[in-house]
């Protein structure tokens, strides 16, 4: 089993920056891919942002592009998002998620065997 712990969430205004965190263990990642999802109340757990496990091909939500990157350091069992210039449509639960999804899937949450708890991220206008 493989253990997901997601942190650097917070509050911030408009226009700035976190970068959160996901933390593997019990399991390493292996050959997963890793993926950043969303959640704001009322909706759906949306896309944000995948990395294979080589970290040569990122992937990202359209609504995210050119703000949020993502990043992996495969020693530290560590994946990485970080946000820029965000807005406050940007609030949600934060989740990481690891998993082999099928093809280029890497936006279908289904694709995803291990998922963190998850942190808040509340931006201010």
């Known amino acids: 089993q493989m253990q997901l712990v997601e942190s650097g969430g917070g509050l911030v205004q408009a226009g700035g920056s976190l970068r959160l965190s996901c933390a593997a263990s019990?399991?390493?990642?292996?050959?997963?891919?890793e993926a950043w999802f969303r959640q704001a109340p009322g909706k759906e757990r949306d896309f944000v942002a995948a990395i294979t496990w080589s970290g040569s091909n990122p992937y990202y939500a359209d609504s995210v592009k050119g703000r949020f990157f993502i990043s992996r350091d495969n020693a530290k069992n560590t994946v990485y998002l970080q946000m820029n210039s965000l807005k406050p449509e940007d609030t949600a639960v934060y989740y990481c998620a690891a998993g082999r999804p099928r093809g280029s899937a890497y936006y279908d949450l289904r694709g995803y065997d291990y998922w963190g708890q998850g942190t808040q991220v509340t931006v201010s206008s």
């Open positions: 019990g399991r390493t990642f292996g050959n997963n891919a």
